[in-house]
Structure formats: structure tokens, C-alpha cells
């Protein structure tokens, strides 16, 4: 350095002119006049000496010290960054994603479809999960990455912690611990300290309403209260309504339990693919897989269960409507004093008995298309047998030939299917009637392809096939 032509190259002259400062986190170092001299002069080894003197070591920017020794003018006023270190980049801290995307709580927004209408019933989308599905997986953590100061100090990182899975009941996690897995089918929860359980029960406290809405659900479903009318249930296991059912849907592939009673209004209905009990069943379709099991009365209902129908506690009442069951009916009492037609079928699945009907509506539809393409050619080939078919009259006799042998065809593969469903009906071993009291006239007995109505009323008596007509036995 030199000033009026004198020569100054200690440190201390320098230090009087210039500071050295440095970052908080050591990354950046900063070149600052103290004064302003016309007569100052530096050259830029004297400023890299400087600088290392005040302990700046790694990232000098030589491209500014060279400027700033030639024109220190330009930098009086300034406070120049003159070396570059870089920061550490920290680890991330491993995380715990849920795989499943989880609603929490209540209050959701109704279903809004594509063409703009909203159903409100559509409010209550459970957790469900299905066994073995993934839950949730674990993110590993980055280490990181060391950063260098001015100072030339390696300045240290952050390793990002571990993240575990906080297992609750019901949930599995696998050998490397990256993914936790439902141990069964159920819904996700969510518990303190952020516990995954997955619990086979949804439990409603309360009615099946407009709060509530329709519920879908791969466990069990509990109800303590009413499901109202129009709204649905849905359960891969079994439902239990601690209330009753008013005009509702509820389809359980399991069993059903309804400790109050169906009042159905002639709409919605109650199927499950096992058991269905309940106390009575007014104006109801009720379908069940196994059993349906009543206490008290079945009324003007529709009922159709795979084996039986049992209705002989206190009351034991059957009146109006259709009970059809692949096994037996029990009952106290059929029909009433008026007279009311009470149809009830044993001795097929109920399914079949409903497809051999609507196969013999089919075959007369069939055998009505079969007469009017009949005649229809009929009259093509009196005009073919005179020599008068025009081209167009004669592509219509071929397509009403292939017509007609397409119609041939439906009509065996009907007539087929009927009897093997009738020789299914023949099969009448198990299938019997039981009234513990009293069946009234106006009642209607049909066992496999058999009918018996009954006109005058009878005590304690149990029908059942034999000999190719239906026999009234005394009950025993």
C-alpha cells in the first residue's frame, strides 16, 4: 500500500482503513470501509493477506478483491461480500403417509353428483379397509449434507430422525417395517397419539338420518336407534338395529337383527345373506339366505328366505302377502277371520321359483313372436310361389327365416331351464307348513309345483307333499 509515495504494507495501517466481518452462520464474509482516502492504495496481495490474517480462508472471490484494489472508490460506501462458503443441507426427519386417505370426523360435505345434484344422504364416507390392504407407509430420512464457512470449518448437518409407526389394533407391519397393513376388514381410526387401528364395528348412537346418512361399511354396523326411510345401509358382515326400520334399505352379506320391527310402507327392503330376526314385519320385502325368524306377526309383506320362516312365539301371525321359503314355514296362525289372501310357498329357493315364472313369461313372448313371423312368411312365400318377390320382399324372407330359427332356439334353451327348475320342485322331502294354532280360509298352501287353497278353518295342522298332491296332517 502506499500513500504520498511512502510505502505502508503492516497490517495495523490497514486495519485503520478496512474491516473484515463475517456471518452469523460463517457462510459469507463482507470487505467495509472505515474511511474514505483519495491517497489509499492497495494492491490485491496486500488485501488477500489481509483477509486471511482475519481468519477468511475458503471461497475468496479474487474477481472482487481485484476490483476493489483497483477502484477502491467504487467501494466506500458498500459492504462487499468478498468469500463464499455454503450451509449444510439438514436431513428431513422420516415420515409416517397414510396410503389411505382418512375423513375425520363428522360433517362432510353431501355427495355432489356429475350433473350437479347433491344427495344429501350421501354424507358418511367411512374408513373402510379390506384385510391385507396397506394402511400407511414409512418415509425414510435423509442424512444430509455438511457445509463449509469462510473460516474453512466444515460446518456440521442435521441427521433427519426416524419416523415409526404408532400401531394400534388390528394392524400389521411388515418385516422391514416400511408398511402397516389391516390385520382384517374394517374401518380405519385414527386414536391419541396417533394410533392406526382398523376396528371390524361401526357403531351409530343414535337414528340412521340426515346427520348420519347412508352407510356403507366392510364390517359389522350397529345401530342404537331407528334407520329412517330412504336411507341405506350396506354391511359386509352383519347389522344390528337396536330400534326398527321404517320404509329403509339395509343389504347385509351376514346377518340381520332388528330388535323393534320393519314397517317397510311397500318400499325398500331388508336382504341379508344369512339370518334376518325381528320382532314383526309390516308392508316389507324382506330376503334372506338363511332364515327369517319373527316374534310377533309378518304383515301384507313379501318374505323370502333360502330355508325357513319361523313365526310362532306369543303371536305367531302371518297374514296378507307372500312368504315363499326353500324349506319350511312355522307359524301360529295363518290368514285371519276376513278372509285375507296369505300365500305361502315352501319347497324351492325362492330365486328359482321367481325365475320359473318370469322363464314362462318369457316363453309366451317367445311363442307370440314365433306365430307373427310365421305368418309373416307365410305370406312371402305365397308371393314367391306365383313369382312375385321383388328383391327387398326377398331379403325379408331370409331375415324372417333366421328369425324364426334364433326364436327356436331361445325357446329350447327356456323350455330347458324349466324343467330342470320343475324336477328341482319335485325334490319336496323337506318341505312342509306348520300353523301351531290356526289357519284360516282364503289362505293358499304351495308346495313344489303343488296348490292347496284352503277354504274352512283348521286347528293345529302341518301340510307336506305326498303321492303327487298336497296332504293336511294334524300339527304334532
Known amino acids: 500500500m502506499y500513500k504520498g509515495g511512502i510505502s505502508l504494507t503492516d497490517h495495523y495501517l490497514l486495519e485503520s482503513y478496512l474491516i473484515v466481518s463475517i456471518s452469523d452462520d460463517k ?38 478483491i481485484q476490483q476493489i484494489s483497483n477502484n477502491p472508490k ?26 389411505m386417505k382418512i375423513v375425520e370426523g363428522k360433517g362432510h360435505s353431501p355427495l355432489e353428483s356429475e350433473n350437479g345434484n347433491v344427495d344429501h344422504k350421501e354424507i ?100 342404537r336407534g331407528n334407520v329412517l326411510t330412504g336411507f341405506r345401509i350396506r354391511a359386509a358382515g352383519d347389522v344390528r338395529v337396536i330400534g326398527g326400520v321404517e320404509g329403509a334399505e339395509i343389504d347385509a352379506d351376514g346377518s340381520v337383527e332388528i330388535t323393534s320391527g320393519i314397517i317397510g310402507y311397500n318400499k325398500g327392503h331388508v336382504k341379508a345373506g344369512v339370518n334376518i330376526k325381528t320382532s314383526f314385519i309390516q308392508d316389507g320385502n324382506v330376503i334372506a339366505g338363511g332364515d327369517v325368524i319373527v316374534s310377533q306377526s309378518i304383515m301384507h309383506s313379501n318374505i323370502r328366505a333360502a330355508k325357513n320362516v319361523i313365526c310362532k312365539d306369543v303371536k305367531g301371525l302371518i297374514v296378507g302377502g307372500s312368504i315363499q321359503a326353500g324349506e319350511k314355514v312355522v307359524a301360529r296362525t295363518v290368514g285371519n277371520t276376513m278372509s285375507t289372501i296369505t300365500t305361502i ?55 324372417l327365416n333366421t ?48 296348490t292347496r287353497f284352503v277354504k274352512d278353518t283348521a286347528e293345529r295342522v302341518s301340510f307336506y307333499y305326498s303321492e303327487g298332491d298336497i296332504s293336511m296332517v294334524p300339527y304334532i
Not at 354 to 365: A, G, K, V
Not at 433 to 446: A, H, P
Request: hydrophobic share 40%.
Open 403 to 450: 328369425t324364426l330359427k334364433s326364436h327356436a332356439k331361445e325357446q329350447y334353451e327356456i323350455k330347458e331351464r324349466i324343467l330342470e327348475i320343475e324336477k328341482m320342485l319335485e325334490d319336496t322331502n323337506k318341505s312342509k307348513v306348520e300353523v301351531v294354532n290356526t289357519i284360516y280360509g282364503g289362505s293358499k298352501i304351495v308346495i313344489g309345483r303343488y
Open 74 to 99: 467504487k467501494f466506500y460506501s458498500a459492504k462487499t461480500p468478498i468469500a463464499f462458503g455454503f450451509s449444510p443441507v439438514q436431513g428431513i426427519d422420516g415420515r409416517i403417509e397414510m396410503v
Open 27 to 64: 457462510t459469507e464474509a463482507y470487505l467495509q470501509f472505515l474511511k474514505q482516502d483519495e491517497e489509499f492504495r492497495c494492491t490485491q496481495e496486500e488485501l488477500e493477506r489481509f483477509i486471511h490474517a482475519n481468519e477468511v480462508k475458503y471461497g475468496i472471490d479474487r474477481f472482487t
Open 124 to 223: 358418511n364416507n367411512l374408513n373402510n379397509v379390506l384385510k391385507g390392504q396397506i394402511i400407511a407407509k414409512r418415509i425414510a430420512p435423509t442424512p444430509g449434507k455438511s457445509g463449509m464457512s469462510v473460516t474453512n470449518e466444515v460446518i456440521p448437518f442435521r441427521t433427519g430422525k426416524e419416523a415409526n409407526f404408532k400401531v394400534g389394533k388390528n394392524v400389521v407391519v411388515n418385516a422391514d417395517k416400511t408398511a402397516l397393513y389391516a390385520a382384517l376388514d374394517g374401518m380405519i381410526t385414527i386414536a391419541d397419539k396417533n394410533k392406526i387401528n382398523v376396528f371390524p364395528i361401526y357403531e351409530v348412537n343414535g337414528d340412521v338420518d340426515y346427520s348420519v346418512g347412508n352407510i356403507d361399511f366392510v364390517g359389522n354396523v350397529i345401530i
Open 345 to 399: 310357498e315352501v319347497g324351492v329357493v325362492p330365486e328359482l321359483r321367481n325365475e320359473l315364472t318370469d322363464l314362462r313369461n318369457q316363453l309366451r313372448f317367445q311363442n307370440d313372436n314365433v306365430v307373427k313371423t310365421e305368418q309373416a312368411l307365410n305370406i312371402l312365400n305365397q308371393l314367391a310361389s306365383v313369382g312375385q318377390l321383388s328383391p327387398d320382399k326377398l331379403s325379408m324372407r331370409v331375415k
